[in-house]
């Protein structure tokens, strides 16, 4: 038994990594660094994006409420007159209208 021992310790090698296989495991290790860098980067520009979007849905909800508000309101004079001025260019009678440029 002991002989048997013997014969599978010196027919046991250990493999040793010569250094082409070692450049080889660098270059794979650097190329995983460089994927995991630019992944991460890929990932802070997409929250950026998300929270710019996320602020951009929020001005529509707000904007969407306000909307509804004036809906729920009814159509007032006040709201048709300024609408008509805001929108139409609207001028009572005797009021003056300055222009700054030409349109």
Do not use: F, H, P, V
């Given at each position: 038994m002991a002989k048997k021992k013997e014969a599978a310790g010196k027919n046991r090698r250990i493999l040793r990594a010569g250094p082409l296989t070692k450049l080889l495991l660098l270059v794979l290790l650097l190329?995983?660094?460089?994927?995991?860098?630019?992944l991460q980067s890929q990932v802070e520009a997409a929250q950026v994006e998300?929270?710019?979007?996320?602020?951009q849905v929020?001005?529509?909800?707000?904007e969407n409420s306000a909307l509804a508000a004036d809906i729920a309101?009814?159509?007032?004079?006040e709201k048709m007159e300024e609408?008509?001025?805001n929108e139409l260019g609207m001028v009572f009678p005797g009021e003056y209208v300055l222009c700054d440029g030409i349109d």
């Open positions: 190329g995983i660094g460089w994927q995991l860098y630019r998300k929270d710019l979007l996320a602020g929020e001005a529509k909800r707000q309101a009814g159509g007032t004079q609408i008509a001025r």
